[in-house]
C-alpha cells in the first residue's frame, strides 16, 4: 500500500524529509503540505507531482486524503498538530521537539493513552544513525565492560539569528538527552549546567556550554554544546568503561595528506552529517504506518522524558546548581522496548 503523507512546516527539514518520502523506495508520497508561509507551501506543492498545499495544518490532518502526518514546523507549534492528529487516529511523525514543555508533551502523552494506541514518533534521529547504533552494539556486546564515564561534544558551525541561549539545550543538547538514556539504558537522575569562559564569537549568547548529566546508575556525563565552532559540524561520543573506551570515529570518508599536514573533511550541517539517519528513520517510520502497526521508534513518552530532563536542564542553566529529576510513572502503553 502507498502511505499518503501530509507534511506541515516545509522550510529545511521539512523539505528534506519530503525528498525522502515523495516517490522514495518506502511506498510513501507527499500528497498534502501547509505552512504559515502559504507561498512557501505553494511552492513546494508546486515541485511535487501529487501535492496540494492547504491553508492550514488543520486541514491538512482532517482531510481524508491524508494517511499519515508529518509535523516539521517550528517546536511551540508542535503540540496542537501532534494532539489533532492523535484525535484523528492518523500516525505522526513529530520533528523534535516533541513540544516545548513537559505539561505540554504530557498533554500528548494523556492523549495517546486515552485512545489507547501509539500514533507518535518523535524526530531523535541518533537512534538510527548508523555511527551511533554500532556504539551502543560495542557498549550492549560488552567491548567495553561497564560504562563508567561519556564525554560528548554537540558543536554546530553557526546559529541563526532567532536562535536563544534556552535553544542551547531544549532544540540543540536535547539530541544528547534522548541519545543518552537510548545509548545507556538508563534514566537521567540530575543534571548541572556550567557557563564557562564566553566565545567572544558567539554573538549575544552564552556559548559554549558545559552539561553534566548523572544517569540512574551512576554514569557521569559531560557535553560540550557549542552552536558557533565555526570549523564545521561535529558530534562527538567517547565511553570510558572498565575494560576499555569506544568513540564515534572521525565522519570524514577519505584523509588528504598534502603540504606536510593530513586533513579529513568536517560536514557543514546535520544534512550532510546525518543524511543517512534520516533515510532509515522515515523508511521505517512509513513502513510501519503503511502496514498499519505502531511506530517503533522513539514516541511521545521519549518526548516526555527528554522534556522533562530539558526543563530541569534549564532550571540550573537559569539559576545555577545540580537539579536532580524525579520521573512520573511510565504508563502501560509505553512498556515494552523503548526505539530501535
Ligand atoms: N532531527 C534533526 O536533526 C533536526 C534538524 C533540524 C531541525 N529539526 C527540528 O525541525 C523543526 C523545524 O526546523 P527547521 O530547521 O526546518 O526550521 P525552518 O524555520 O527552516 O522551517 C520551519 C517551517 O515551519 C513553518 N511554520 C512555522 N509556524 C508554523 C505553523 N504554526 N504552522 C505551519 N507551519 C509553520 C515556517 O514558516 C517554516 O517554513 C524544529 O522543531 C527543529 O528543532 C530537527
Known amino acids: ?136 552494539q560495542a557498549l550492549d556486546g560488552g567491548a567495553i565492560g561497564a560504562p563508567l564515564l561519556v564525554h560528548c561534544a554537540h558543536r554546530n558551525a553557526s546559529s541563526p539569528p532567532h536562535y536563544t541561549r534556552d535553544m542551547s539545550i531544549a532544540d540543540t543538547a536535547i539530541h544528547e538527552i534522548d541519545e543518552l538514556r537510548w545509548l545507556l539504558g538508563q534514566e537521567i537522575a540530575a543534571v548541572q549546567v556550567l557557563t564557562p569562559r564566553r566565545s567572544s564569537r558567539g554573538g549575544k549568547l552564552q556559548d559554549p556550554l558545559l552539561v553534566l548529566f548523572e544517569m540512574a546508575d551512576g554514569v557521569l556525563v559531560d557535553v560540550e554544546v557549542s552552536v558557533n565552532i565555526h570549523y564545521g559540524y561535529e558530534i562527538r561520543c567517547e565511553i570510558s568503561g572498565e575494560t576499555g573506551t569506544v568513540e564515534l570515529a572521525d565522519p570524514a570518508p577519505v584523509t588528504i595528506r598534502r603540504d606536510g599536514a593530513a586533513a579529513g573533511l568536517v560536514p557543514a550541517d546535520w544534512r550532510e552529517r546525518f543524511a543517512l539517519s534520516y533515510d532509515i528513520e522515515l523508511r521505517e517510520w512509513a513502513d510501519t504506518a503503511a502496514a498499519g502497526r505502531q511506530p517503533l521508534g522513539p514516541g511521545a513518552w521519549d518526548g516526555f522524558i527528554a522534556q522533562v530532563v530539558s526543563d530541569a536542564a534549564l532550571q540550573s542553566l537559569h539559576a545555577g546548581g545540580r537539579v536532580a529529576i524525579a520521573l512520573p510513572d511510565r504508563p502501560d502503553l509505553y512498556a515494552g522496548p523503548a526505539g530501535p
Open 1 to 136: 500500500m502507498t502511505l499518503d503523507v501530509g507534511v506541515i512546516g516545509v522550510g529545511m527539514i521539512g523539505q528534506e524529509h519530503i525528498r525522502r518520502l515523495d516517490g522514495g523506495t518506502g511506498g510513501s508520497r507527499v500528497v498534502a503540505v501547509a505552512d504559515a508561509d502559504t507561498d512557501r507551501a505553494a511552492a513546494v506543492a508546486g515541485g511535487l507531482p501529487t501535492a496540494k498545499a492547504l491553508p492550514s495544518g488543520e486541514d491538512l490532518i482532517a482531510w481524508d486524503a491524508v494517511d499519515a502526518v508529518v509535523v516539521t514546523s517550528w517546536g511551540p507549534t508542535h503540540e496542537p498538530y501532534v494532539l489533532a492528529a492523535v484525535a484523528a487516529g492518523k500516525p505522526v511523525f513529530c520533528e523534535k521537539p516533541l513540544a516545548i514543555t513537559q505539561e505540554a508533551c504530557g498533554r500528548i502523552v494523556d492523549a495517546e493513552v486515552a485512545a489507547g494506541r501509539r500514533l507518535v514518533q518523535v524526530g531523535f534521529n541518533r537512534r538510527y544513525d548508523p555511527a551511533h547504533r554500532a556504539l551502543k
